[in-house]
């Protein structure tokens, strides 16, 4: 079964400042991967994903993730972090997306905190 | 265009009693998939509904069951509730082909007491 590792449970940085969350996977073979941003008391919103081809992705908000096959790895960043970015970020693997059905499973997520 | 509505939004329950939750999914979706999430952790699938069928389980009890309805809306049922059931229920929508990402509502809080 796979699973996600969120290492950093809550990370503070600086408005302006980067950022870097952290995710890493456990899985045979590539999964499909993605990112995902929740605000209090709100649903889930999909920043980026991943399923092949090049390995650096853009998002949305200005967030990019990086694959790394050899790390199991899917880290997020961001170059400039806003105030509005104060919020929950989930990291998550899909083992299949097809008529067979696209489960995710999540990892226990990232409280990141902006200082003005 | 709607996206993915759920109600009710909070719903407060005791020990023992059962619970019905809703989702409608957004527009032109026919898969919904039910997630739990209990405070501070990440979302734990529950189960995923297809053409009015359970195509998909995740590590959860058969006090949890669901159905899907032809409009594809579904309703997510717990039975015998827990002080444990208390989370975030969140739905999740996707077309069967097309558009590879879920979209999620905004989560039904349950509150057992």
């Known amino acids: 079964a796979q699973s996600v590792t969120q290492p950093d449970i809550h990370i503070t940085v600086s408005e302006g400042a980067s950022l870097e969350l952290r995710c890493n996977y456990s899985?045979?073979?590539?999964?499909?991967l993605f990112w995902y941003v929740q605000s209090p008391g709100q649903g889930l919103q999909l920043l980026l994903k991943y399923f092949s081809g090049d390995t650096l992705v853009q998002g949305i908000k200005g967030f990019e993730a990086e694959f790394k096959r050899s790390q199991s790895s899917f880290n997020l960043r961001k170059p400039s972090v806003h105030w509005s970015d104060a919020a929950e970020y989930f990291c998550?693997?899909?083992?299949?997306?097809?008529?067979?059905?696209?489960?995710?499973?999540f990892g226990g997520g990232t409280r990141l905190m902006v200082k003005p | 265009d709607a996206g993915v509505t759920q109600s009710p939004t909070h719903l407060i329950k005791t020990r023992g009693q059962q619970v019905t939750l809703r989702c409608s999914p957004k527009s032109g979706h026919d898969t919904v998939s039910w997630y739990q999430q209990a405070l501070g952790q990440g979302p734990q699938f529950i189960f995923q509904?297809?053409?009015?069928?359970?195509?998909q389980r995740g590590n959860f009890p058969d006090r949890f069951s669901g159905h899907q309805f032809p409009n594809y809306s579904s309703e997510l049922n717990v039975n015998a509730l827990l002080l444990g059931d208390s989370a975030l229920y969140l739905c999740a929508s996707t077309p069967s082909s097309g558009e590879e990402k879920l979209f999620f509502g905004s989560g039904t809080q349950l509150s057992v007491l």
């Open positions: 509904y297809y053409e009015e069928e359970e195509r």
């Open positions: 899985y045979g073979a590539t999964p499909y």
């Open positions: 998550a693997v899909a083992p299949r997306w097809d008529n067979a059905g696209n489960m995710l499973t």
